[in-house]
């Protein structure tokens, strides 16, 4: 057969006329030759013929659907349906233009030029995040080095995600070296101590404050050739995004204490963050960032979308425990369809939980395999088949309608997954590493020394961990392990006369858990290390034996004498680590009252599942020296070498940690604020190893004065403050003042108020001042003219320059400190009104700051007027006073400094009716004289 044969025959199947013969020569023979593959073959489908056809027509470009449906001269429709089969088995790329282009991925690089890199692939099943992969290739491609950029998007859209990829992206392009740094750094947990935000992005100098021992690089050094990532950035205070400006626009930076040496790094920076930029950052930061990507939240991608993460994730599941899973329509429909309030995060984390419950059931035999169906899935999940009208559309074209189930199959190409590292296994640890030794001639002596230390490490790791997050397993093991585990141990605490804690209980129920599952299977248990075991801790192995015949009694299986070797680690390590807890800092609570420390005490330790912090109640009819003769007997007591850290609430009490840490000689560290809280996260911090100082700087990081933290009392009530911007132009440019000092002073707008005013005249803007100032304490006006009022005073064109906003920021923060310290106070100061105290106190501060020509900073202001108002409560309880040492010399350096504070001193003295020693004054003066320094 020749090439006119097959043409004769195609004219006389289709019934052409010859005149057009000559005309569609061309088209006529390829259409033959389709024509004749079909009915030579017989088994060639359409879709094959239309993939076949499209890879020799994309060798001149990418095709659309008409173009190829006409050139193989069928229906339409059917070539499109048949190009959408072919992208979903990810043989053909489709472009986001209109009409849609066609393109084999076998020809897409010759075609275009255009590596398929890690975002390429990553964009194919999430289109709705095509405009943020091209603007993230944009900003990395952007000569010379990049454009930093920041991402929006609500919690759990994947935006720490999409900043990795960037980071892969920008390797992949050769833009950053291979081995280029990708640095992440949440601005939360710095978001109210500047200072250590400083030191921790810029780094220290040595010296450059107490503690500074040594030189330490920072953050943007680490990612010095690499990607900086600021997570959260919408926390960064407005110092932390001004430390910024000079690196983003010159490269140069200097370390925390450095004056003269400028650094410089090559760093991108990647910022993401959950708010509008608009009114959380400062807009000569975001001027700063020209690249704004946006992650839409999971309800705003297509449903083909949320059904590719959803087969993504269970794939991923399916390879993590190496088991074929399917998965029912219907819990699939769910997944599609519910309301999943956390975005992709979620998605992720009920599926997870889904697979989890139903292999706990597959390994306790309760189910011949690893089958997901909707009632396997958390209620708020089940809820979407409730709609099923609204979704059935959409179910049918992504599911279809006879299909029962989605098989998942951990040997089916990882392209694309990240697959998450499983626990670790104490059976398969030791079975690869005796092994490996075996292998390598190590004798059986030297196995034994050498799996010693890897199974107590493991043990170690093991309850460590289920101490941490070990309420999950609850959902997971069968509720019989749960049950046989509380008989094992309630016989156990009977035999050994002890009280196990709660990760002994939950990590022996995941253990014997894995235990059983694994007789069941037929696998060996070998403990290379039970001979030691049984001879160290005799008493232990043999409660471990008999508890090995309760498990057999209740599983009706054999257990090994090897299985008790490792259930005696659960006794050992928790009654080792009771007696290890001299290696870790003290918790002491002292606090005035019958009963007040020990009722914290009591709620930490608690809540904790574990006696470790200590309380000392300093009766208020016990002498101060009483009170701390009770602290030095604990501490000789219990003598922990890394120290302890106090939480005390006032007065005297301050002291005690400087004499035991002179007296004793070991480190103290006084919190002077104590409440359940902090007991509890000093507690949690000391017992998993913190140092003195890591737990002391957490807890000043988290003080009740930190408004992220514990509102106060005043924020649940009505402003109390107020800010007032006054124009001439009308109540317009008012409400832009109001906006300006919205967007660059610091508020808490449940504490703080700016009031824009409309000015008529001057007899009008001071009557309507003074009736606002009968509600609310007016921190500042800021008017075009002068107003007869005592209140500070700015004019407008300094606010507009900005000159005048460091000054009202102080005064806002002056006024809020006050505030806020007033209502804290009221339960500690027992003998005067906290409110009032402190009114006084801001007086005698303000005289002495006005003599001294100095403004204190926030801090010291905080320090002063607590060690004054407990200094005045402490010494109308007639406690005894505290010496300060040196006294004499101190105030003959300091003779001006000491007769300027102690004149201030007298208005309180004489309100008070009390004596205010010289010891007393020495100690004030001590905040004015560093602030003066």
Request: net charge neutral; proline share 2%.
């Amino acid at each position: 057969m020749d090439r006119l044969f097959f043409i004769k025959l195609f004219i006389i199947y289709f019934n052409i006329p010859k005149r057009n013969m000559d005309d569609d020569i061309e088209c006529k023979i390829n259409n033959v030759l389709v024509f004749i593959t079909c009915w030579g073959v017989g088994l060639m489908k359409r879709v094959d013929i239309v993939y076949e056809k499209l890879k020799k027509m994309a060798q001149k470009g990418a095709v659309s659907t008409i173009e190829l449906a006409e050139s193989l001269n069928l229906n339409r429709a059917n070539v499109s349906s048949d190009l959408n089969k072919l992208w979903k088995a990810e043989l053909v790329r489709k472009t986001d233009t209109r009409p849609v282009l066609y393109l084999p991925f076998e020809n897409e690089q010759i075609l275009t030029g255009e590596k398929k890199t890690y975002l390429d692939k990553f964009v194919k099943d999430n289109r709705s995040l095509s405009t943020a992969v091209e603007q993230a290739k944009a900003a990395l491609l952007y000569p010379p080095k990049g454009m930093h950029s920041l991402i929006l998007g609500k919690t759990g859209v994947g935006k720490t995600m999409f900043a990795g990829m960037m980071h892969m992206y920008a390797i992949e392009m050769k833009k950053i070296e291979e081995d280029a740094p990708f640095i992440t750094f949440n601005c939360a947990d710095y978001s109210n101590n500047p200072q250590l935000l400083t030191s921790q992005l810029f780094g220290v100098k040595k010296g450059a404050y107490t503690g500074a021992d040594f030189d330490r690089i920072g953050l943007i050094e680490k990612a010095n050739g690499g990607i900086l990532f600021l997570d959260e950035v919408h926390r960064l205070p407005v110092e932390g995004q001004e430390m910024f400006f000079t690196f983003m626009d010159k490269g140069i930076f200097r370390r925390l204490g450095e004056t003269e040496m400028e650094r410089k790094a090559n760093v991108l920076i990647i910022s993401a963050t959950t708010e509008n930029p608009e009114s959380s950052l400062l807009r000569t930061f975001t001027r700063r960032i020209p690249m704004i990507i946006r992650i839409p939240a999971l309800s705003e991608r297509s449903a083909e979308e949320r059904f590719e993460l959803i087969k993504n994730f269970f794939k991923r599941q399916s390879i993590l425990l190496k088991k074929k899973i399917s998965v029912s329509s219907n819990a699939v429909r769910s997944f599609l369809s519910y309301n999943c309030t956390n975005n992709i995060g979620q998605l992720e984390s009920d599926i997870k939980l889904a697979c989890a419950k139903v292999y706990a059931d597959f390994i306790c035999h309760r189910r011949d395999n690893m089958a997901v169906k909707n009632c396997d899935l958390p209620e708020h999940v089940r809820e979407a088949l409730l709609n099923a009208r609204e979704h059935r559309e959409k179910w049918a074209s992504l599911i279809g309608i006879n299909n029962n189930y989605i098989i998942f199959c951990p040997n089916t190409k990882k392209e694309d997954v990240e697959v998450e590292d499983g626990a670790d296994n104490i059976y398969e640890m030791i079975e690869n590493k005796v092994n490996d030794l075996i292998e390598n001639g190590v004798s059986d002596e030297e196995i034994e020394k050498t799996m010693e230390k890897d199974i107590r490490s493991y043990f170690t790791r093991y309850l460590n961990g289920v101490d941490e997050s070990g309420n999950k397993y609850n959902n997971i093991i069968d509720p019989d392990i749960v049950k046989l585990v509380d008989e094992v141990l309630k016989y156990s605490e009977t035999k050994l006369n002890r009280i196990f804690s709660q990760k002994v209980y939950l990590g022996m129920a995941l253990h014997v858990s894995n235990t059983v599952k694994r007789i069941k299977m037929g696998r060996r248990i070998i403990n290379p290390h039970l001979n030691k075991v049984r001879i160290k801790y005799k008493e232990a192995f043999n409660v471990a034996l008999a508890c090995t015949n309760i498990i057999e009694r209740k599983t009706e299986l054999v257990l090994p004498i090897d299985e008790a070797g490792f259930l005696t680690m659960f006794f050992v390590l928790d009654e080792e680590e009771s007696n290890m807890k001299n290696d870790t800092v003290g918790v002491i609570v002292i606090a005035h009252g019958d009963s007040v420390a020990t009722s914290m005490v009591d709620v930490a330790n608690k809540l904790l599942g574990v006696e470790y912090a200590v309380a000392i109640n300093a009766s208020l009819d016990l002498a101060p020296q009483s009170i701390l003769s009770k602290v030095r007997e604990h501490i000789k007591q219990s003598d922990r070498k890394k120290g302890y850290i106090f939480l005390v609430d006032m007065g005297s009490l301050l002291t005690f940690g400087e004499v035991i840490e002179k007296e004793i000689g070991i480190p103290v560290k006084t919190v002077d604020f104590v409440c359940t809280p902090f007991v509890i996260e000093a507690a949690r911090k000391a017992m998993l190893g913190y140092t003195l100082d890591e737990i002391y700087d957490d807890i000043m990081k988290i003080t009740h004065f930190d408004t992220n933290t514990e509102k106060s009392r005043f924020a649940r009530k009505k402003q109390m403050l107020a800010i007032v911007t006054a124009c001439l132009t009308g109540e317009g440019s008012a409400v832009a003042i109001k906006s300006l000092l919205d967007h660059h002073v610091r508020i808490d707008k449940e504490l703080v108020e700016i009031i824009p005013l409309n000015i008529v005249g001057k007899v009008d803007i001071e009557k309507r001042i003074r009736k606002i100032s009968e509600m609310k304490k007016v921190v500042c006006i800021v008017s075009p003219f002068n107003i007869r009022s005592k209140i500070p005073q700015f004019n407008l064109s300094d606010v507009l320059n900005l000159r005048a906003i460091d000054d009202i920021q102080y005064l806002v923060d002056i006024e809020v400190t006050y505030l806020k310290l007033g209502d804290n106070l009221k339960y500690h100061i027992k003998n005067v009104d906290s409110q009032e105290l402190i009114f006084d106190i801001k007086k005698c501060i303000a005289t002495i700051e006005k003599k001294l020509r100095i403004n204190l900073d926030s801090g010291n202001l905080i320090g002063i007027i607590l060690h004054i108002s407990c200094m005045v409560d402490r010494l109308l309880s007639n406690e005894l006073r505290v010496e300060y040492k040196e006294k004499d010399k101190y105030i003959s350096d300091k003779k001006e400094l000491f007769f300027l504070i102690r004149g201030s001193l007298k208005t309180i003295e004489k309100k008070y009716k009390m004596k205010i020693y010289a010891d007393e004054v020495c100690y004030i003066m001590n905040f004015f004289d560093c602030e003066k320094q």
